[in-house]
């Protein structure tokens, strides 16, 4: 009898893992939402962003904007409090209340969460499985958990919300190891035609500036 259990459970656990990497749902979705991003190649995308510990009881919210040109890996973040940019190699955190601003290399590793591929993070690295659709406001949205497939990230779950309607990702979590949930709602979303400069940083456009060089 026991062995007979223990058998089921196995079975149980591969299967699970089995439909977590291939569910062929949440595949055909994902591939939807990879080819909507993919014709545009600028997107600029209002945003509200939270996060909060449950357990802390702590919350903080912003909101911003952002300009991502993914396929060259560069991206820009406007916020109240703190503008960020990368031209793809160099990473740039101005913060506006010191008037600094600090830089650093680009971590590309698949323990760091790139806001170039925010549209996109689902492609590599992550085995992903759908859970029932919701209806809000009068709109269907599906749901998938992204898990990584490497060790040592700070993450254990990203789960996204994606209007049926559109495949638009409208709703980012990703949960981390400290408890911590970080929210990603996307107000607005649109193709973009900017000039590449406003993903580096332009010392001129910050008089008084103070450089922390981090590399």
Known sequence: MKRTFLTSFILFVFVSLSMAQTDP?????????????ASMPVIKADFSYTIENPKSKTKHSESGTLYTRSKAN???????????MSDGKTQWTYLKQDNEVNVSDVDNSS??????????????GYKYVALPDI??????????????????????????TIDKASSQIAKTMVFDKNGNRYSYVIKS????????????????????????DLR
């Open 25 to 37: 749902k949440a595949k055909s979705i994902l591939a939807a939402v990879s080819k909507k991003y």
């Open 74 to 84: 560069k991206y820009k973040i406007i916020t109240p409090t703190q503008d960020l």
């Open 111 to 124: 323990n760091s969460i790139n806001p170039a591929k925010i549209f996109s993070i689902h492609e590599k």
């Open 135 to 160: 209806r809000q406001s009068g709109k269907v949205f599906h749901v998938i958990d992204l898990t990584p497939t490497t060790e040592g990230n700070n993450f254990f779950k990203i789960r996204l």
């Open 189 to 212: 979303l649109t193709p973009a035609k900017v000039s590449d400069s406003i993903f580096a940083f332009q010392a001129a456009s910050y008089p008084g500036v103070e450089v922390v």
